[in-house]
């Protein structure tokens, strides 16, 4: 399953909201993460099932939608939110990526 | 404390050989099923391979099949990546991860370590 990732670079200021998408090449249910990672670190999961936010991961982050079309949308943009930003699918094997989307300060 | 610590990276020459290790602790090892995952410099994330809490069943990406094998030992606490026949575009940092819930052979990646850097190169 191929996920795409848009815009590929997204440029905006501090406290402005932040809406990613990922799309995927077939119907993924609701089995979609969206991970963050920012340079010289790991990635750091945030969101599971589409929907739900991992442990510690503050309420400004949030994801929607299922089958093919998702979104993760930051409400209000905090300075170390400027980041790489993934999807992964677990529906099928091989668990894919989709191919990032950096968060710039604009 | 969940902690997972990889070593075993290096530079080697196209054609060889490396052995991945993954060490982890703050946790119940057994229970959780791993994987490797890598980013080439400067490139996004690639998942490699994944092995259930009990070995019982392993799973790889189309471009390592039949090159890498992922092992684990329990009594170990310890998570393998053999690397065999590299290429260039093997070059990258491997990072192990620790599946988010217990005895889910897919479920997402909710603790990594910092990584192990892999070059191939002559």
């Known amino acids: 399953i191929v996920l795409t990732q848009s815009p590929a670079t997204l440029s905006l200021s501090p406290g402005e909201r932040a809406t990613l998408s990922c799309r995927a090449s077939?119907?993924?249910?609701?089995?979609l993460a969206w991970y963050q990672q920012k340079p010289g670190q790991a990635p750091r999961l945030l969101i599971y099932?589409?929907?739900n936010r991992a442990t510690g991961i503050p309420a400004r982050f949030s994801g929607s939608g299922s089958g093919t079309d998702f979104t993760l949308t930051i409400s209000s943009l905090e300075p170390e939110d400027f980041a790489v930003y993934y999807c992964?699918?677990?529906?099928?094997?091989?668990?894919?990526f989709g191919q990032g989307t950096r968060l710039e300060i604009k | 404390e969940v902690q997972l610590l990889e070593s075993g990276g290096g530079l080697v020459q196209p054609g060889g050989s490396l052995r991945l290790s993954c060490a982890g602790s703050g946790f119940i090892f057994s229970s959780y099923a791993m994987s490797w995952v890598r980013q080439a410099p400067g490139e996004g994330l690639e998942w490699v391979s994944g092995i259930s809490a009990s070995s019982a069943s392993t799973y790889y990406a189309d471009s390592v099949r039949g090159r890498f094998t992922i092992s684990r030992d329990n009594s170990k606490n310890t998570l393998y990546l053999q690397l065999n026949s590299l290429r260039a575009e093997d070059t990258a940092v491997y990072y192990c991860a620790k599946a988010r819930i217990t005895y889910d052979n897919s479920d997402y990646p909710d603790y990594w370590g910092q990584g192990t850097l892999v070059t191939v190169s002559s």
């Open positions: 099932d589409a929907s």
């Open positions: 992964q699918q677990r529906s099928n094997w091989p668990i894919t």
């Open positions: 077939q119907s993924v249910t609701n089995y």
